[in-house]
């Protein structure tokens, strides 16, 4: 069955950088949109910045020029760079991705998570 799993989370001191990675597995025919969201104690689960099978990509204006989304399709693995972190940014990251198994329809498929703390 078709997974995604988040993983480079941890603690980070404010202006630190990290980079996750969300890897699909399984067998999979293709991936369209990668996406990134996060969610913060209390607060809703925003999204964070996505890219599509063409590379086109969108950010949160909050992150916009400190993180940076990519794929490696190769790999069936998107990732976000996160530089220049700062305390408002520690929330659970979770991957989300629009792809379609083998055999089967376009899906959309929800990571694990992985949490990101800033702190000093």
């Known amino acids: 069955q078709v997974q995604l799993v988040e993983s480079g989370g941890g603690l980070v001191q404010p202006g630190g950088s990290l980079r996750l990675s969300c890897g699909a597995s399984?067998?999979?025919?293709?991936?369209?949109?990668i996406s990134w969201y996060r969610q913060a104690p209390g607060k809703q689960r925003e999204l964070v910045a996505d890219?599509?099978?063409?590379?086109?990509?969108n950010y949160a204006d909050s992150v916009k020029g400190r993180f940076t989304i990519s794929r490696d399709n190769a790999k069936n693995t998107g990732y976000l760079q996160m530089n220049s972190l700062k305390p408002e940014d520690t929330a659970v990251y979770y991957c989300?991705?629009?792809?379609?198994?083998?055999?089967?329809?376009?899906?959309?498929?929800w990571g694990q998570g992985t949490q990101v703390t800033v702190s000093s």
């Open positions: 989300y991705a629009e792809l379609r198994p083998s055999g089967s329809y376009y899906r959309h498929f």
């Open positions: 399984g067998s999979i025919s293709s991936i369209n949109a």
């Open positions: 890219i599509t099978s063409g590379g086109s990509t």
